[in-house]
Each structure stands twice: as C-alpha cells, then as structure tokens.
C-alpha cells in the first residue's frame, strides 16, 4: 500500500484527510493567546477569525522530524510505501524535517516531494497523488507524475495591503 502525507498547510481537515486516505502532519500555529489548531473545519475558521481581530500576526513552527518518523516506521513494520507532499521549502522547513526522518528511519521507499507551494496548490498535488494511487500507479510513477504537474502550478493574487509581505 502507499501511504501519502501532507502537513497541516495544505488546509486538509482531519475529517477530509480520513476520507481520502492522507495522513497529516500538523504544524504549529502559535497566536499571542497560545496555539491555534488546525484539524477540524471550525479549527480552520478559528485560525482566520483570530487573524482579522489579532494586532499581531501568528508564529509558526515546523513539524518535528520524530512526527513523520513514527509515520516512517510504521510504513516500515508493515511494507508500505510512502510519499510526502510538503509545503514549499522556500516558506518554511517542514521538507527538512521529513528527509531527516527519512534518513533516521533507514526505509528507502519514501518519497519526499518539495511542493513548491502552500495551501490550495498543495492541496490540490496532494489530491491528484490520491487519485494515481487509488488508480493503482506504483509509488514511482505518483512520485514522477506528481513532479511534473508542480510545474504546471501557478498562484495568481491580490492583495489589498503589502504589509505582511
């Protein structure tokens, strides 16, 4: 079986993450008040409500490696294959995170794939690994085709101040 991972930033809730079959690694979100989830549709709607009414912008903190390290190996124990869609490495160092994993769990069938991307585009390659998989592609062929669709990715948008830039 493969196995797909994703973090917290793709905005896949729990509930969304189950249906499909992905497992997620959740990031931390920390606002003055302390953490903010982020695993159910209200977590989701939290986290913006408290970024219109908070004065100061979250602080965020990338997934520990021991977090897809457990994933690891458990999909070792078990012969399962696995592939990682991270959020961009140019945003944050969660893809760090995941290859040190790799390295400490000593497992050569996982997949790391750096997304280049963050929220709707990630989501949207973790999506489309979902539905080779259930098409019956092997680990290589996702890994290959999920590679070629991130280039074809592109973010359009507007912004009505720079200031958090």
Known sequence: MIQIVTDSASDITLKQAEEMNVQI???TILFED???PQETDEDFQIFYEKLI???GLPKTSQPTPNKYLEIFRLAKEVGDEVLVITLSGGL???VQSAK???DLAGYERIEIIDSKQAILTQRMLVEYAVKLRDEGKTLD???ALVLKQRE???VFGMLD???YL
């Open 141 to 143: 062929e996702i890994t």
């Open 53 to 55: 009414k908070e004065n």
């Open 161 to 163: 101040t720079l200031t």
């Open 92 to 94: 944050s160092g969660t």
């Open 100 to 102: 040190l994993a790799k």
């Open 152 to 154: 074809k990715l592109t």
């Open 34 to 36: 302390g953490v903010c």
């Open 25 to 27: 690694v959740p990031l």
